[in-house]
């Protein structure tokens, strides 16, 4: 079975301060994905990465930033923690990048940022 | 450009009676759809997809879904449904030469089983 596992079930942040969010995968697959879900919204995707050091700007990019140094992590950053960036995010991953694959979804993480 | 809609918020069944959760589709080419099931605090799970073939397809937890072109939608089904099937259920289509990454989820659709 995929796994998927992400660093934290629940962070607690202050307004600016900068915030890492870790997603693992255990499954060596190409694509990685981070959404963040807020309720009435469904998931809205902010970046994925198809390969090391990829990135693609998702839908709301705005205010996060991304790194994949190593194919099984991808690394959501928050540069300076608004409470409009609080809520609750996805990471996922897929085998390749053909458009029938399935995604796997890690735990999620909820983000309260006072 | 590729859309999806979830029009009910909220779906309500009462144990052993089948139920439907609607989602209906827009894209450009071929689509490929897609259900998951989340529940509470927990990830989204795959529940079936539909690629080509079978119009219906069945997928975990004896759930299924029907594909229609003509009506566009992909309505997700049970003949029965069980108080654990209580959980929040999204609909996700991507176009055939569409990024994996690029699916577009719908709102989410929660369902609650009652005994």
């Known amino acids: 079975d995929v796994k998927v596992t992400q660093s934290s079930r629940y962070l607690v942040k202050r307004t600016g301060e900068k915030v890492f969010l870790e997603c693992v995968q255990d499954?060596?697959?190409?694509?990685m994905f981070w959404y963040r879900q807020d309720p009435g919204l469904g998931l809205r995707l902010i970046y994925f990465s198809y390969d090391v050091k990829m990135k693609e700007k998702g839908d709301i990019p705005e205010g996060y930033s991304v790194s994949r140094e190593k194919k099984e992590r991808f690394s959501l950053i928050l540069e300076s923690a608004s409470t409009n960036q609080t809520s609750m995010y996805l990471c996922a991953s897929t085998m390749t990048s053909g458009p029938g694959e399935t995604q796997y979804f890690g735990p999620g993480t909820r983000l309260l940022v006072l | 450009a590729q859309s999806v809609a979830q029009p009910e918020d909220q779906v309500n069944v009462a144990e052993g009676n089948p139920l439907t959760v609607k989602c209906t589709y827009s894209v450009s080419g071929n689509p490929y759809l897609f259900w998951y099931v989340q529940y509470p605090n927990r990830g989204l799970q795959f529940l079936l997809k539909?690629?080509?073939?079978?119009?219906l397809v069945k997928g975990s937890y004896g759930f299924e879904a029907e594909f229609n072109k003509s009506q566009t939608s992909f309505h997700l089904k049970k003949p029965s449904a069980l108080v654990s099937d209580s959980a929040l259920y999204f609909c996700a289509v991507r176009d055939y030469n569409t990024n994996a990454g690029k699916s577009t989820f719908g709102d989410g659709t929660t369902l609650t089983v009652k005994p």
């Open positions: 539909y690629i080509t073939g079978d119009n």
């Open positions: 499954m060596d697959h190409e694509n």
